[in-house]
């Protein structure tokens, strides 16, 4: 249910560098910092950096004009799917073989997404949990943008049981997304 090592990497590669970028250019970053020593940091600087991205879209076509030498046709169309992005709270239902089920509380709209180099049973015990994260298109799949926020909301029997019927009928409906684009 992960990217190949391979996506995972290129993932990795333009998303920190773009988050790098954010960084300096809101001033969350001490000038003279590189890019290494921003990998270096914690999460928590991230994090901000991440926040101010969504704060202003328009620093992606920013990025990608200052940069455009220097990013792949890969690479710039992994940016452009950050504009596509879906931010909300969202059920991670369950995890099956390929991807998890995501259901978006909104609209209790269904989404099967890819986790990044950790499948997402590694950073939860139990399904149905409620958590807040950033789905964005990555070529044909949906992952999310490595930034999680856990509830720590747990379902019971009934609405998991309810769930789980919305589940099958998405399923048979063939109403699970699969892809942003």
């Known amino acids: 249910m992960t990217l190949t090592d391979k996506e995972y990497k290129e993932f990795l590669k333009t998303h920190l560098d773009l988050l790098f970028y954010v960084g300096h250019k809101k001033n969350i970053l001490p000038k003279d910092l590189n890019l290494k020593k921003f990998l270096n940091l914690d999460f928590q600087i991230k994090f901000k950096c991440r926040e101010s991205l969504f704060d202003d879209e328009d620093i992606i076509d920013e990025y990608i004009a200052s940069n455009f030498d220097h990013l792949t046709t890969d690479q710039i169309k992994i940016l452009v799917g950050f504009k596509k992005k879906i931010r909300s709270s969202f059920v991670i239902f369950k995890c099956l073989t390929n991807y ?12 099967a997404v890819k986790a990044l180099g950790d499948s997402f049973d ?27 926020q856990s509830s720590g909301v747990y379902y019971g029997r009934n609405m998991t049981e309810i769930m789980n019927e919305d589940y099958k009928k998405a399923k048979r409906n063939k109403e699970i997304l699969t892809s942003l684009t």
């Open 100 to 111: 998890a089920i995501f259901i978006d509380t909104k609209d209790n709209q269904f989404y």
């Open 122 to 148: 590694t950073f939860f015990d139990n399904f149905p949990v409620n958590i807040s994260t950033t789905l964005i298109p990555f070529k044909d799949k949906i992952i999310y943008d490595g930034f999680i």
